[in-house]
């Protein structure tokens, strides 16, 4: 016989906003990756894969438990529950790993959002895999197929924005609308899914999720909204703390400026008292000071600071 499921409105709800919390999260965490370097750039990865991969896992796992078939008890097996959480947030890393966030293209922009898409995918089946009940589970693969689009889809629509510089208001909006892609792959491929009684015997059911399955959603859900708002705490904490150190810097290096054209004799020394400074500043490998003709076609390099191993090009050039 086969079985008919019920869905805990509030859950699926509840499974929906932790899906866009934690893409806002993920967006906000990319625009730390793309104004990072080195090290920094790796840690604010590694946050953003938790980020995203923990938070589709867990709106997974939250609209897992929103699911019920009256009368009959759905436990997980602890262990595929588990990899699934690893594939979310490897398969993420990984995606997000192959951005090149300083120039991004859109080869490399696909092959990330196939990538977490896969991940999605099978963090999801591997995930259904561990439901333990008295029936059998089988497949629609039309609407396998529709989840797999939406799931490739969701995460390449993801990546694209997470490599782009937006404001708030734009991020809340994509977020939203990610959110609800993402939630609207898991609830497709529950749709995919049929369930059919083999040992145990199905009583009528008041059709929403025991008091237990709410209890343990709702818990899952804090969890990680609590980690995601820390992490955007974070974020914005690394923000200020870098828009504080650029005044410093700033400031720093106009009072340098000012002294040293302060101590400078003429005009000539003045102008290699500015190049060198600005140039050292900039970490240029030259910078100079030049009249242009009036034909606009030449310059007469007045001043020229050139870094340690590059030569110097004073006088007219064409």
Known sequence: MILHGVHDHYLVVLSIVVATIASFTALSLAERVRDSRERARRLWLAAAAMALGGGIW????????AFSMPGMPIRY?????LGSLAIAIGFTGG???LINWS???LKRTLAAGLLIGAGITGMHYLGMAAMQMGAALSY???WVALSIIIALGAATAAVWLA?????????AAAAAVMGVAIAGMHYTGMAAATFTQTAMRVDAADGVASLGQTFLATAISLVTLVVLLLALGAAQLERLLTAGARREAGLRFFATLNDRLFASGDATDAMTAA???????????????ADVDSDGDR????????????KARPGNIS
């Not at 867990?58 to 438990?65: D, I, K």
């Not at 490599?163 to 991020?171: A, D, F, K, L, P």
């Not at 600005?278 to 100079?288: D, I, P």
């Open 77 to 81: 097996d602890l262990a595929p529950t």
């Open 103 to 105: 120039r991004p293209s």
């Open 275 to 289: 190049t060198a400074l600005l140039g050292t500043e900039l970490r240029a490998s030259r910078c100079a000071y």
């Open 163 to 171: 490599t782009r510089e937006q404001q708030v208001g734009r991020r």
């Open 299 to 310: 310059f007469w390099i007045r001043s020229d600071y050139t870094a340690p191993g590059s």
């Open 140 to 142: 629609d693969p039309a």
């Open 58 to 65: 867990s709106m997974h796992f939250v609209a897992m438990l």
């Open 95 to 97: 995606g997000l790993s």
